[in-house]
């Protein structure tokens, strides 16, 4: 979402004459777009803050915002903190930026910047998050669910794909939910509908879904409709009922594989992706087995997993106690890591052999690269700038994080 909200922003920025400075100290405007969903990247930023400090001194007509879930309603402290900072802007916001960026850009100064559009964008089609799950800062911070209209994403993605996009990520903390707030409830899926009819637009894919949420009317859409790709994204966070409980997931472990069956029987060749807790209060070594027993069973494409860090203000943080050592969380962090990386393994060396539908992306030192509709990574070689096509590449090796190949002399 923030990778959305700075690709947007940079464009706005673009038109109004501004350009990617050479370095920090030589921009004229400095935006910090925080994420802390996690305490170690809220540190992060303001160590950032404070090394501005200087910087913003020697130069005060630079303008220095802080935007994204790092600014809640109330800015009092921060305000106090950080009397360096011109603008304060809410997830999503950016009105006044671009209104106090564009009255100080000189007309002298103004070129116009022609941009190359990646072939692949994400687009935020739902903020915030009304399901408070016990561990979790979003919906303090980012709000209750607020759904952008169907027309209005529509048009996005046109102007987007008449600038070259070619795949487009719909964005959401909580996707499935989609459309529940807007007049005539729309759903995800009719969404998807819509969408896949927009010309030049090749693929869609949309993250991130929730186990309770999702619909057997979305997974029909996404096997029948021919831009959706065959990937979900559907966090677990924790193989054991009463930690999903303690967690407030609304869900059983039994519940959840029984929708994985469902997703599995109704998208052929899906690839699904999980996100993983270890460590939550309370978490004793035979619940955190189950969770490793999870992951073996159902054998995730890919999975994130991370260490239960409190934050402050969520009911996990003030409730629980986390007692659990660092090291020891840390031990079950690489335990799930080492187990999923002999799963992928295994699944992208099944792939050797065959012919796999990539959208060129770019170019990583000498080779190629791009993604198949599910989602994995491809690099081949080629003398010939491919990116926004798609091409049909042999896999010829694989590793649990990508695959390589030859392209094939025909393009689809
Ligand atoms: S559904 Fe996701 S974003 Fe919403 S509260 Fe739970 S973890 Fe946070």
Redesign the pocket.
Known sequence: MNKAYAEQLSIDLEQQGYSTAGAIEEADLIVINTCVVRQSAENRVLHKLESLVSLKRSRPDMILALSGCIVDTDVTDLKRRFPHVDLFLKPGESAELLKLAGSRISVEGYRVVCRRYSPTAFITIIEG?D???SY?I??YRRGREKSRSLQEIEAQIETLTEKGVKEITLLG??VDSYGHDLPGSPDLADLLQELNTVEGLMRIRFL?S?PKDMTLKLLRSVASLDKVCESISL?VQAGDDRILQLMGRGYTVRSYYELIGIIRDSIPDVAISTDVIVGFPGESEQQFKGTLNLLADIRFDTVHVAAYSPRPGTQAATVFEDKLPLHEKRRRLQEVEELQKDIATEINARLVGSSVEVLVDGRKGERWYGRTRTGKLVFFDDNIDRTGQLVVVDVRKTSAWSLQGELKPERI
């Open positions: 998050c399901n408070f799950c979790c979003v919906p903390q909580n991130t929730h966090p």
